[in-house]
């Protein structure tokens, strides 16, 4: 059975597609990205790698024909654009015989969730019900990666932790969980109709997860609220969370969590892949801090 995944040469999708290839002969892989000289060493595995650019639907045609089953990693231009991707993709799907299509979303859908990002994955949401093929929705969790590679790096060079979120709680994920969980759920039989909520194991704020880092590293990060924290250390701490964002789109992030929107822990990565997901500390740990 053939199996697509989009965004293959993107951070998420590039795990998800190296992770098939312990899950299913590498012939059965068609991987698309916008950048196929990227992937030659997934090309040389076997896979077949094939360019696709949801901004050029007439493209998606060839990119997708033959596929069974489609991972849409969702892309990253918040807003019409990605909207406009997600429905090209979507429809190609549809047209190429695609029979499941599994989909990257986030937690915390709700019409009052402030978050930036929320508007793009309900309207996605919206269009995978609709679209009469068999779907699976991924709710993924933050990224814990984000915090062990960009924000935990920069608290304890500056020991400064500014965030808006105040006590409220989120289930970091670390990034490999995800993919694991992206792998087995297109691999795997009996993901059609499922909605999964992709998260690390534990619940905590981001005042305990600068805590838990203080303690790995030995160096104190103070946490900070809004009104003791000056805009320029906001500013820049958002700079280390790479990518096209804006500081408001961040704080409507902080916010979402503050106001309880990402309070979702469920134990599906176990339940998908037959593993626990990491803990914020492994992950922490793996990313050196502490050692
Ligand atoms: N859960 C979180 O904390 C979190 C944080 C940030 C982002 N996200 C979401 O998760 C996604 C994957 O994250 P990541 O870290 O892997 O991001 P990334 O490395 O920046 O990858 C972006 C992805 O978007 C794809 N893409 C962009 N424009 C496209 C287009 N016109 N047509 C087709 N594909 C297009 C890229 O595919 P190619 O380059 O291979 O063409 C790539 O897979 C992001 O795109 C975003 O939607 C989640």
């Known amino acids: 059975m053939k199996l697509i995944v989009s965004g293959a040469s993107g ?50 045609a060839t990119a997708l024909s033959g596929g069974e089953r489609m991972l849409l990693v969702s892309t990253i231009a918040v807003g019409p654009t990605r909207r406009a991707q997600h429905r090209a993709a979507i429809d190609a799907a549809k047209a190429a015989g695609v029979r499941r299509l599994a989909y990257t979303s986030c937690v915390g859908i709700h019409p009052r969730n402030p ?38 790096p920069q608290a304890l060079a500056s020991g400064h932790w500014v965030s808006r979120s105040g006590d409220g709680r989120l289930a970091h994920v670390a990034k490999d969980d995800c993919a ?50 000056d805009e320029e250390e906001v500013a820049k701490q958002a700079a280390a969370w790479v990518g096209p964002f804006t500081l408001a789109d961040l704080l409507s992030s902080e916010l979402a969590v503050r106001d309880g929107f990402n309070a979702i822990c469920s134990d599906h990565v176990e339940m998908i892949t037959g593993t626990p997901a990491k803990a914020l500390r492994q992950v922490y740990a793996e990313a050196g801090i502490g050692s």
Not at 180 to 201: C, F, M, Q, S
Request: glycine share 8%.
């Open 180 to 229: 694991r969980a992206a792998a087995h759920v297109l691999a795997d039989d009996g993901h059609a109709g499922a909605v999964y909520e992709i998260t690390g194991p534990e619940l905590m704020s981001n005042r305990e997860a600068a805590a838990l880092a203080a303690e790995m590293a030995g160096r104190p990060i103070a946490y900070l609220e809004p009104s003791s924290a």
């Open 11 to 60: 951070d998420l999708g590039g795990r998800v597609a190296r992770q098939l290839l312990d899950l299913v002969p590498a012939e059965d892989l068609i991987l698309l990205t916008r950048n196929p000289d990227g992937l030659a060493d997934l090309a040389a595995r076997g896979a077949e790698v094939r360019a696709a650019d949801f901004d050029r639907p007439g493209t998606l």
């Open 115 to 152: 978050s930036f990002i929320v508007p793009d994955h309900t309207y996605t949401e919206a269009l995978l019900r609709d679209c009469g093929m068999e779907t699976t929705i991924l709710h993924m969790g933050s990224y814990a990666d984000i915090l062990a590679r960009a924000i935990v």
